[in-house]
């Protein structure tokens, strides 16, 4: 079975760069029609996707984040890194990685149910402040 586990700075700095990685245990991140997704929980709020990198290396991203949002992966470690630039506070929120089933949002909404995928990370807090 999939295991994943978020990992990065817990503080960063409005205006810096939010990096954070998830390694997978039990699979790889190449096996076909696998979609590794990073997903978001701001305080008090709902699940917010921020986009995805599939098998092939291909990624797809919130359109209200895509200008500030990278994802990557690196196959010889197995792991999936997210890059979130110029943050604000509002970019407080607990990130998850999940997997294996791909996204689409509805519009610019891309709000998340837990039954969307199987694979959960346990996440990872982030908070954004100085």
């Known amino acids: 079975q999939v295991q994943l586990q978020e990992s990065g700075p817990g503080l960063v700095k409005p205006s810096q760069t939010l990096s954070l990685t998830c390694t997978v245990s039990?699979?790889?991140?190449?096996?076909?029609?696998?979609?590794w997704n990073w997903v978001r929980q701001p305080p008090g709020k709902g699940l917010e996707w921020i986009g995805y990198?599939?098998?092939?290396?291909?990624?797809r991203y919130n359109p209200r984040l895509k200008s500030r949002t990278s994802i990557s992966s690196d196959t010889s470690k197995n792991q999936i890194t997210l890059q979130l630039s110029s943050v604000t506070p509002e970019d407080t929120a607990v990130y998850y990685c999940?997997?294996?089933?791909?996204?689409?949002?509805?519009?610019?909404?891309?709000?998340?149910?837990?039954?969307?995928?199987?694979?959960w990370g346990q996440g990872t807090q982030v908070t954004v402040s100085s």
């Open positions: 039990g699979g790889s991140i190449q096996t076909s029609y696998y979609y």
């Open positions: 990198i599939d098998f092939g290396g291909s990624a």
């Open positions: 999940a997997t294996p089933q791909d996204y689409s949002c509805s519009g610019d909404v891309c709000d998340v149910d837990r039954a969307d995928f199987s694979f």
